[in-house]
């Protein structure tokens, strides 16, 4: 059980994150044109899209993802690994971030900024019960007593990375930009062919139809949960406890089956008053 490194008022996990690291990723790291970001709040569908995005580069073939660890295919900006792979790498790089707006690296805020950044959003409820269950067997927060505990850890933004409301807010008013896509997870669910057609126009990239294919098979929830590269089972060993799994249900809705009544009624109040500048359309779920 691990307590948070707290920097600029956000909680971050308590392996794997320093202070200077955090710092210097927001104020000296520069992202390149030529570079790719996967940006999410955590258990947004973070790993699926970064499996996507990797199978177009290599248009669709597996060898890459098959023998690669995710962090290091498209390395976490704000880690400790992931800084020092980065700050190495040369060409045009893939890389992640959950990172929230104030403490992103400054070169996004250059007008003439043309890294390509994907950005997914999910329903909260769900994202809140995907953590539940996977910091909950992980050594990398300190661990919810219960569902109830983390609820109410939630709706304060006491979890890795903040408020998802301040996240998702300050990261939505970008959508406008060129070099921003947003998708959400719903959407990805609902129609995961007509998501990749969508990522591969905005990254350039022309895909034939028996590409497209291999990419989804690749991509799909039974494909990354069977293999080791992606589904965190590599993942360092004092990290783990009680066999944390990244691939858990991969669906969309689950929080129906967790949330009482009070709960569901408290999340819709919360939602309403913190997302109220938002269209509703914006939000694909019921
Ligand atoms: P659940 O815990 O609800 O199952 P992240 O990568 O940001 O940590 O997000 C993890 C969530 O994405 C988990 O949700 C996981 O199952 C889901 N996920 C990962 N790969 C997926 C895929 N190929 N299809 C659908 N969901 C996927």
Known sequence: ??????????????????????????????????????????????????????????????????????????????????????????????????????????????????????????NPRDVLVSGYFFWDKSNLIKMPESLETYFEWFLKGNVPYGSWFEHTCSWLSMRERDNFLVLSYEDMKKSTRGTIEKICDFLGRKLEPDELDLVLKYSSFQAMKEKNVSNFSLIIKDVIINGLALMRKGVAGDWKNHFTVAQAETFDKVFQEKMAGFPPGLFPWK
């Open 1 to 122: 059980m691990s307590d948070y490194i707290w920097f600029e008022g956000i909680p971050f996990p308590a392996i794997g994150y320093e202070k200077k690291i955090i710092e210097e990723s927001r104020d000296k790291f520069v992202i390149r044109d030529e570079d790719t970001v996967i940006l999410t709040y955590p258990k947004s569908g973070t790993n699926w899209l970064i499996e996507i995005v990797c199978l177009i580069q290599t248009k669709g073939n597996p060898k890459w993802i098959q023998s690669v660890p995710v962090w290091e295919r498209s390395p976490w900006i704000e880690t400790q690994n992931g800084y020092a792979m980065l700050i190495n790498k040369e060409g045009p790089c893939l890389m992640s971030s959950h990172l929230p707006i104030h403490l992103f690296p400054k070169s996004f805020f250059r007008s003439k900024a043309k890294f390509s950044v994907i950005y997914v959003f999910r």
